[in-house]
């Protein structure tokens, strides 16, 4: 398998609370969302940072924050994109704001990498695309967090 650049900030292992940093055994595990909206969180990567990698995040959450700050917005999440939301202005995609509310109250270094892989890119035309689609997430991330 391949190994998590030394230098991301996150853990080895979900082994607390990812928002408050309990290790309360009443807890919900969620590892369903992708890699690049680790950028929502604190201290997480950028999209553009995660390079040829793709793969998912894997946090833990205790019992409290999952009810009352809001963390449950991301059960089974794979992306923050809002698809009902219509894309303002030069953006090409919405965000869902309770969502993107809840990854920011965590701290990306008591999460975990997931699922992970380098990407194998068919062609270059293909790589450019997901550059692209990087660029967008992490602009589209900027512009939420400013108008907060
Ligand atoms: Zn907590």
Known sequence: MEKVPDDWPYADEPTAC?????DDDRHVTVDTLGLVWGAAMDGG??????????????????????????????????????REARAEGDRSFAL???????????????VAVGDFRRLDYRSDPERRHVRSQDEAVESVLESWFDSE
């Open 18 to 22: 990812a928002a408050c940093g309990s």
């Open 45 to 82: 990567l950028a999209p553009t940072a995660v390079g040829d990698y793709g793969g998912t995040l894997r946090f833990r959450c205790c019992h409290d924050c999952w009810t009352s700050r809001g963390i449950d917005a991301l059960e089974e999440v794979r992306t923050l994109v809002d």
């Open 96 to 110: 869902d704001d309770e969502q993107v509310a809840a990854a920011a109250k965590l701290d990306a270094e008591r």
